[in-house]
């Protein structure tokens, strides 16, 4: 079983910084891609942005030259780097991976944790 657990978060004004990271634990082959979505209040869950092993780098247009994302292949850790924030940050912000299990590939959630930008 894999687990994904979260970290960071929390509540901050408009034009300061947060950061997310992100820890794959569990038995699997390797992790292709990590990364990060967010859901808005009455919105649908968006990429923010996302990793693959690699390190090829998408970032959501509105995210660019604001957020950094950064992995860690040898602790299965995903971390992102919010700065500039603004109130459109605001959400729950969600960790995703994509595993091989060797045969079958599956994504995977984490439980989301909140952002939360005042003005």
């Known amino acids: 079983q894999v687990q994904l657990v979260e970290s960071g978060g929390g509540w901050v004004q408009a034009g300061g910084s947060l950061t997310v990271s992100c820890t794959a634990s569990?038995?699997?082959?390797?992790?292709?891609?990590m990364g990060w979505y967010r859901q808005g209040p009455g919105k649908q869950r968006d990429l923010v942005a996302k990793?693959?092993?690699?390190?090829?780098?998408e970032y959501a247009d509105s995210v660019k030259g604001r957020f950094t994302i950064s992995r860690d292949n040898a602790k299965n850790t995903v971390t992102l780097q919010m700065d500039s924030l603004i109130p459109e940050d605001t959400g729950v912000y969600y960790c995703n991976a994509y595993i091989y299990h060797g045969v079958t590939w599956d994504a995977y959630w984490g439980q989301g944790t909140q952002v939360t930008v005042s003005s």
């Open positions: 569990g038995r699997f082959d390797r992790i292709v891609a």
């Open positions: 990793i693959n092993a690699g390190h090829a780098i």
